[in-house]
């Protein structure tokens, strides 16, 4: 079966551009995370959706960051006026229960923002 | 902010030996999962092991649990050169529903 997948792979954006990051999660998983990962850094956690649901978001580091899932599958990390900071490896999660901290978690391969 | 804090930092070992990894973490914590990230195959799932368990056992893979000291080790017995890869432990502090927080990983190098 299909795992997770995130599009796109490698995105460079000028400072100050938007970019849309795209996330497709294992069919049928009800809980979606985004996380964000800098070199030789563990993940930091972004946000998290329940089915369309957004739940907690406290994570995303200013209103420049938005996440959406309006259908409970497909997700949309959203970055407005990108800065040399948010360069970083955004990954997508997602896992099968409701209980998200209970379960495991099976990430996509990534994408890897450079902004310039 | 990060929770836990794996040690060492980095690890390099000739293959066949065992190698162990440690965990530490501030707060309480409902359950603590380790993952492996290569390059190859991303982040992976290893082994959840919950607050009320002390040891659990995955094939090659020993993970042991003390809540008391608030740390986690993860053994690798007989290692492969497939072993190479940064392994991280995750906690879900009890203050959260849905976070998990994770350390900075130890880098682990299998020499063959």
């Known amino acids: 079966g299909a795992g997770v997948s995130q599009s796109p792979r490698y995105k460079v954006a000028k400072r100050g551009q938007d970019v849309a990051l795209r996330c497709d999660p294992i069919s049928g998983h009800v809980s979606l995370f985004w996380y964000q990962q800098a070199l030789g850094q563990g993940p930091e956690f972004l946000t998290y959706f329940q089915n369309e649901a957004q739940l907690d978001k406290s994570g995303l580091p200013s209103d420049r960051f938005f996440a959406e899932r309006p259908e409970g599958s497909v997700s949309t990390l959203k970055i407005q006026r990108t800065q040399q900071e948010d360069s970083a490896v955004y990954l997508c999660a997602s896992s099968l229960g409701s209980e998200p901290t209970y379960n495991e978690q099976f990430f996509g391969p990534g994408t890897r923002l450079t902004v310039l | 902010s990060q929770q836990g804090e794996e040690d060492p930092q980095a690890l390099s070992i000739q293959e066949g030996e065992n190698a162990t990894m440690n965990c530490s973490y501030k707060?309480?914590?409902?359950?603590l999962q380790w993952y492996r990230q290569n390059s190859g195959r991303g982040l992976v799932h290893l082994i959840l092991?919950?607050?009320n368990e002390r040891e659990k056992h995955s094939g090659r893979l020993r993970v042991t649990l003390d809540t008391s000291k608030k740390s986690s080790s993860l053994l690798i017995t007989a290692s492969r050169a497939a072993d190479t890869a940064s392994y991280f432990c995750?906690?879900?502090?009890?203050?959260?529903?849905?976070?998990?927080?994770w350390g900075a990983g130890t880098k682990l190098i299998i020499k063959p």
């Open positions: 995750a906690t879900d502090p009890r203050r959260s529903n849905y976070q998990l927080i």
């Open positions: 707060t309480s914590i409902n359950n």
């Open positions: 092991i919950r607050s």
